[in-house]
């Protein structure tokens, strides 16, 4: 089963320059690492609001999906991954929280 990291951003200090650093240097470097790092896809999410119309709690979302739990912990271990997370001191300035999970769709 595919297993997935899971980054959640909370509302950074500077929304505008979040997305600048994040658009121009965080996910360029995501992508110059990827074939190092081996996830086969990545959903990024800009939260726009509750269910109910409310304001949102987090920020975004960032979404990496490897094909196994050992692919996951193989990627996570190398330079490239290092080199990503590292970059989020640069710009999450609300902080982060990440998660790591097997995948557990049923049919």
Do not use: C
């Not at 899971?6 to 990827?34: C, G, I, M, Q």
């Amino acid at each position: 089963m595919p297993a997935h990291v899971v980054v959640l951003y909370n509302p950074p200090k500077d929304s505008a320059a979040f997305e600048r650093y994040y658009a121009a240097t965080h996910l360029p470097l995501l992508y110059a690492n990827a074939t190092e790092i081996g996830y086969t896809s990545a959903k990024f999410v800009k939260f726009t609001g509750g269910l109910d119309g409310s304001a949102p709690t987090l920020y975004r979302k960032a979404e990496l999906i490897f094909p196994s739990m050992d692919a996951l912990k193989k990627g996570t271990a190398t330079n490239g991954f290092k080199k990503v997370a590292g970059d989020l001191a640069n710009f999450a300035t609300g902080g982060v929280t990440a998660f790591v999970g097997d995948e557990t769709n049923q049919r």
